[in-house]
């Protein structure tokens, strides 16, 4: 499985679904439209600055909220390589796996990990390295099978994959 590679955009405790994407913009189902407004009430700059392969690093409780979808959905569409963070909701946590965004809970790497810093992520061994401070995490590795999940950019395209062999 590849790596993850790009610069940090840094949030908080407790970063809801509203927030990720606001309810206002979910009578789009096209993924570049709700990228489009991706994090726009907690920063509003962040669409215009995010660059493919960027990673989000946020404190406890990311993604808590509602269940929709949507919020991995577009934060994956707008670039977002991986999100690292305390800890995440749990349904947040599967909606990623599910459309093939990976995400590591690290604590360590949560806190220390500031804006701006570039970061690369070692999906295999679960390191996290942050290249801008030199220093380094463990965070869990992805088990093979979720590997394969994101590698085939989420549940829905591995299943027809593997229907399709």
């Not at 990623?96 to 590591?104: C, D, E, F, R, T």
């Not at 979720?146 to 591995?158: H, P």
């Amino acid at each position: 499985m590849e790596k993850a590679l790009g610069h940090v955009f840094k949030y908080g405790d407790n970063v809801d679904t509203d927030v990720i994407i606001p309810a206002r913009y979910l009578n789009s189902f096209d993924a570049q439209e709700l990228a489009s407004h991706a994090m726009v009430d907690i920063d509003p700059d962040f669409v215009k600055n995010v660059k493919k392969g960027d990673l989000i690093v946020a404190n406890k409780n990311f993604g808590c909220g509602s269940s929709r979808e949507h919020a991995p959905l577009c934060l994956k569409t707008a670039g977002v390589s991986c999100i690292i963070a305390e800890t995440f909701a749990r349904i947040f946590y599967r909606n990623a796996i599910n459309i093939g965004l990976p995400i590591i809970e690290c604590p360590e790497a949560a806190k220390e990990i500031e804006a701006g810093d570039e970061v690369e992520v070692d999906f295999d061994s679960g390191k996290i390295y942050d290249r801008t401070k030199g220093t380094e995490y463990q965070g869990q590795a992805f088990p093979e099978f979720m590997q394969k999940l994101i590698a085939a950019g989420g549940l829905v395209n591995y299943t027809n994959h593997k229907k399709n062999k």
